[in-house]
């Protein structure tokens, strides 16, 4: 018989004490920061959810479409601001395009975002310089203010050429300090596409790249995994595609009335005010 946990329906205790790893979101999730995702600042409860998944040994990712910096950057920032999370604990979805430009056997890559330059090189790809006539298997677009008109030429010749055209997000805004800050990805892979006529693939955030990337760092099923975000259109609709365990929280981009008006086979299992509210459930649920 499934115990019960007070303010959970007995099946969702349950599911929730299956979880085998957590994927977390960053930015309206974990923390607040500026629109080039500096400054953070740990939300309610955050610092706390962390060392609690440490100290239990349930395993989890800090999955950010966010690509201002490289993973081992972010985590960093991170233990600036109080958490205490090793290099690898991050990914970004230059994680999920290493791993999906490996299976395609690409060798160059032009990169619009600083951020992604770092863990391509690292993987052992050629980084392309955004300018002029550039030759390269892909072109992939991050989160990149310093975007320019040159930028946009090079990277049309790059498809011209015959590059494929990836993005990190396709989200118009994500969770800033006061307020939603423009999600570059999505402007700057529109304005290729338009002029180029090319397909662009995402491999941030809902994709399954993201999800499967995630899982496989961490040695575990998308279906055991839990996901915690707070935009309905990417962490919620991610673990749910992948059946994966979908929370959401009030801190970011949505509020209750959000998620709760989505259609139903599009809702979060588990709708929360914050972590701070997430880590209380799994204490309890942990509890013996």
Request: hydrophobic share 45%; net charge positive.
């Amino acid at each position: 018989m499934a115990r019960r946990v007070d303010g959970l329906p007995p099946e969702l205790a349950e599911r929730l004490r299956a979880v085998r790893g957590f994927v977390l979101d960053l930015d309206g999730t974990l923390v607040l920061g500026d629109r080039r995702q500096h400054r953070l600042r740990p939300l309610p409860g955050a610092v706390e959810l962390t060392r609690w998944l440490d100290t239990v040994g349930l395993p989890y990712r800090i999955f950010t479409n966010g690509t201002a910096l490289a993973p081992r950057d972010y985590a960093r920032r991170l233990r600036a601001a109080g958490f205490t999370v090793a290099d690898d604990a991050v990914l970004t979805p230059a994680d999920s395009a290493v791993d999906l430009f490996r299976r395609r056997r690409y060798e160059r890559v032009l990169a619009l975002s600083s951020g992604l330059v770092e863990p391509l090189r690292e993987a052992g790809f050629g980084v392309v310089e955004p300018r002029g006539r550039p030759r390269a298997d892909a072109v992939l677009v991050g989160l990149h203010r310093e975007f320019t008109m040159d930028h946009l030429e090079a990277a049309c010749h790059a498809v011209w050429g015959g590059a494929a055209v990836y993005s990190s997000s396709q989200v118009a805004f994500f969770a800033a300090t006061g307020g939603r800050a423009l999600g570059t990805s999505r402007a700057i892979s529109a304005m290729i596409s338009s002029v180029t006529g090319c397909r662009v693939e995402l491999v941030g955030k809902p994709s399954r790249h993201a999800l499967g990337g995630a899982g496989r760092r961490l040695g575990v099923r998308p279906r055991d995994l839990a996901v915690v975000g707070d935009d309905p259109d990417l962490e919620v609709r991610m673990a749910l595609r992948g059946r994966a365990l979908a929370i959401a929280v009030c801190t970011g981009l949505a509020g209750p009335d959000t998620f709760a008006g989505r259609p139903e086979a599009a809702r979060p299992h588990l709708t929360l005010s914050g972590v701070d509210q997430l880590l209380a459930l799994c204490r309890r649920v942990h509890a013996d």
